[in-house]
């Protein structure tokens, strides 16, 4: 989708008009991106809305991302552009199922991954994505036992790498489910001289690291990285071909900061319905209107915010 010049023209004046500042997704549109202040993953987007100066923060992203900015921000107005930008991780687990968890385990930590509503991450010990989820289980005592909740591979990713016993949430991601290890060793022997770029939310890593361990896969080919690692790993490594495996919206940016190096998709349907939600005329309404505000109860924030705190001071 195009941006026309009109309508960015008139995004930029709003957002001087009215103090507000636009954050993207990795996973958004094109056409968000080039008008976003801020392009990120989950962490760098939550460290972005707690340091803003800005009075609006407009968030181009999933609806759980718009909540955090809230928890984040009590003084400041978040927007999402649409209501309906949710997620289907996020909506595998409710508050009621770690209450559970925790009634059954007293003295454990849950582990909330950022893909979770404000209620179930009120009901944590911390937060965490997938950049710094290895380092936010391995500060917890090795005595105590974790429940990481909601995405399953992401968990079981952490277990391998820590060596912990960790009680997982059976969720998922739709969108990187559906990447199979099939897909990459097919996209691998295609290109011999790409380097595999792997987010841990993929159905498929656990499969890659037992390949990598058994040796069917090239271990120095192959990296496992949140998005934004992905997108420093491109630009700073001197490989010139990349297999990507996570939801191709990322490859906008990295095509535009990495002219001339040839990106590919491990699998080029993954593609996530609620991030493709907002386009550039739903944040001009957005803007022009003060919709929708995003509202996070306080006894809830202020639970929450205890999580993310911990998620943030860990790094």
Same mark, same amino acid.
């Given at each position: ?5 009109? #309508?960015?023209? $008139?995004? %930029? ?35 972005? &809305? ?15 991302? &718009? ?11 978040? @927007?999402?552009? =649409? ?18 968890? +925790? ?20 009901? &944590? ?5 997938? *950049?710094?989820?290895? +380092?936010? !289980? ?25 060596? $912990? ?6 969720? %998922? ?8 290890? %099939?897909?990459?060793? &097919? ?23 037992? /390949?990598?361990?058994?040796? =069917?896969?090239?271990?120095?080919? *192959? ?10 790993? !491109? ?21 535009? %900061? ?18 493709? /939600?907002?386009?550039?005329?739903? !944040? ?18 202020? $639970?929450?915010?205890?999580?993310? =705190? $911990?998620? @943030?001071? #860990?790094?």
């Amino acid at each position: 989708m195009a941006l026309s010049i009109f #309508i960015q023209q $008139r995004i %930029e004046e709003l957002k001087r008009e009215k103090n507000a500042i636009l954050l993207a997704h990795n996973y958004q549109i094109p056409a968000v991106q080039d008008v976003a202040d801020f392009i990120g993953d989950s962490l760098a987007l939550s460290r972005k &809305a707690a340091a803003t100066d800005a009075e609006v923060i407009v968030f181009c992203g999933v609806h759980f991302m &718009a909540e955090t900015a809230a928890i984040l921000c009590p003084d400041k107005k978040v @927007l999402i552009p =649409d209501l309906d930008a949710g997620c289907s991780l996020a909506s595998t687990i409710v508050a009621e199922d770690v209450r559970a968890w +925790k009634e059954e385990h007293p003295g454990g930590a849950v582990v909330a991954y950022v893909n979770t509503a404000a209620a179930v991450k009120a009901e &944590a010990d911390y937060c965490c994505t997938s *950049t710094n989820a290895v +380092k936010v !289980v391995q500060s917890i005592p090795a005595d105590q036992e974790v429940f990481f909740v909601p995405d399953m591979f992401l968990g079981d990713y952490v277990r391998k790498v820590t060596g $912990r016993k960790i009680h997982l949430w059976q969720g %998922e991601c739709h969108v990187h489910a559906g990447i199979r290890p %099939e897909d990459i060793t &097919a996209k691998m022997a295609e290109y011999p001289k790409a380097e595999f770029l792997i987010h841990p939310e993929c159905g498929c890593v656990s499969n890659c690291m037992h /390949m990598v361990a058994s040796g =069917d896969v090239d271990a120095d080919r *192959t990296h496992i990285l949140s998005t934004e690692g992905m997108v420093r790993r !491109v630009k700073e490594s001197p490989a010139n071909e990349f297999i990507i495996a996570t939801e191709t919206g990322i490859l906008y940016r990295m095509e535009k %900061e990495n002219p001339g190096k040839s990106l590919i998709p491990a699998n080029p349907d993954a593609i996530c319905k609620y991030m493709k /939600m907002i386009t550039p005329e739903k !944040v001009l309404r957005s803007l022009e209107k003060g919709v929708f505000e995003v509202h996070v109860p306080a006894d809830i924030a202020a $639970r929450a915010r205890l999580a993310i =705190d $911990r998620m @943030l001071a #860990i790094g």
